[in-house]
């Protein structure tokens, strides 16, 4: 892009946007550019930076969010991005209090990269809204990052702590890689932290997430419906475990080709679970869970049921959604000596063509209430 294409921008952004664009002054050309030409570098910061972005934020091909203190009620809404552009936090963004359902951060378009510069924090401060009950109840509470129909886009090094309540919502999204992102809620597990759970994936496709590291009061990631998901080299503390399901119920049921791999979840209710929904129909099918490592599971190692309603287990299993070529490949690890290792519950046939070799869990209870349970496969 030619300098004056630059100056153009930094004049129009700071006539009417007091927004700082990062460029060297060049003398101004006597042909103004074209509004694509204009697309530059733009640092929103403070107080006005949430709606600065908001306003301008078709105009800046790179948008850096420097200390932005997001109002109350307000969501950072990086929407509908133009083709292309890198959004980049740096500092430390905060969010004004409201009872409300958020998101506090919500980002789409294509080809965006999403970014943190050394140092930065996407700071919740979810202690406000903390009081045990999650989405349950209690204080109406905002979900935190939307990555909704975000398509061929990159979110890497992003550094977030104490969610409210749920962390990333990932909807409706294409060929989205999230790499070593970080989500610290561990001041939650004093202070009423609930449902935060990490990565929630739905009807979306190619989803790549790589050396995450969580710590938090629910799923390390659930995955309610998609096809061609990754979760690998991740780290997950606290919380309860890398899940499938509630799978049912929805408009998309379908669940295919996720492969969970090279992870240790650590100190969580479960490890490894799939869960579909009493009486519904759809399809679980595809999934390998490979070189996962357990300890210090409270409730099940490996858990797989379909008996959920409501959000809770009946005991009842039925069998409208198949749950069919399982893989678990070196899935080892320890449960504390009341927790149960492994606990099959299936629906008549609906558990089939189950794969599982070097699995090991130990330390805990054998099930006696494991049910249909494909051959060759034991609780
Ligand atoms: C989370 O932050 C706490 C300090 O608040 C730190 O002790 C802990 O190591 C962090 N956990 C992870 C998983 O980064
Ligand atoms: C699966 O997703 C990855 C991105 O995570 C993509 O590169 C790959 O092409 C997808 N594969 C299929 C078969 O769609």
């Not at 932005?68 to 740096?90: C, H, N, Q, R, Y």
């Amino acid at each position: 892009m030619p300098s004056f294409s630059s100056a153009m921008s930094f004049m129009a952004l700071s006539l009417s946007l007091s927004a700082v664009v990062q460029a060297a002054p060049a003398p101004v050309p006597t042909t103004p550019p074209s509004l694509q030409e204009r697309a530059s570098s733009c640092t929103f910061s403070g107080s006005s930076g949430a709606s600065s972005a908001i306003a301008s934020k078709k105009s800046c091909s790179t948008i850096v969010l420097s200390d932005v203190a997001v109002p109350s009620g307000t969501t950072l809404d990086l929407t509908d991005l133009k083709e292309g552009t890198e959004v980049i936090f740096e500092g430390t963004t905060t969010f004004g209090y409201k009872e409300w359902k958020g998101p506090l951060i919500s980002i789409s378009g294509t080809d965006i990269t999403v970014t943190g510069a050394s140092g930065h924090t996407i700071n919740g401060d979810g202690s406000r809204w903390w009081d045990g009950k999650g989405s349950n109840g209690g204080k109406t509470k905002p979900k935190f990052f939307s990555a909704h129909k975000m398509i061929s886009s990159t979110i890497k090094g992003l550094n977030l702590v104490n969610s409210p309540v749920q962390v990333f919502s990932i909807d409706n999204a294409q060929d989205l890689t999230l790499s070593d992102v970080t989500i610290n809620n561990s001041d939650g597990d004093d202070e009423g932290a609930h449902n935060t759970d990490a990565f929630d994936v739905g009807e979306s496709s190619g989803i790549y997430i790589s050396g995450a590291t969580v710590h938090n009061q629910d799923d390390c990631m659930a995955i309610n419906s998609g096809t061609n998901i990754t979760f690998t080299g991740g780290y997950c503390y606290g919380g309860h475990g890398l899940s499938i399901g509630s799978v049912g119920g929805r408009d998309d049921n379908t669940v295919a080709d996720v492969k969970i791999e090279s992870s240790k979840i650590v100190n969580s209710q479960n490890g490894v679970r799939i869960k579909t929904v009493y009486g519904a129909t759809g399809s679980v099918s595809g999934i390998t869970y490979k070189d996962i490592t357990l300890s210090g599971i409270t409730d099940y190692g490996i858990v797989i049921e379909q008996d959920y309603e409501n959000g809770s287990p009946t005991g009842k299993p039925t069998n409208g959604i198949t749950i069919s070529d399982v893989t678990m490949d070196n899935v080892q690890g320890t449960v504390e000596s009341d927790a149960t290792e492994i606990y099959l519950l299936c629906g008549e046939g609906s558990c089939k063509d189950w794969t599982w070799t070097e699995v090991s869990v130990t330390g805990g209870k054998t099930s006696e209430k494991c049910e249909n349970v494909p051959d060759d496969i034991s609780c």
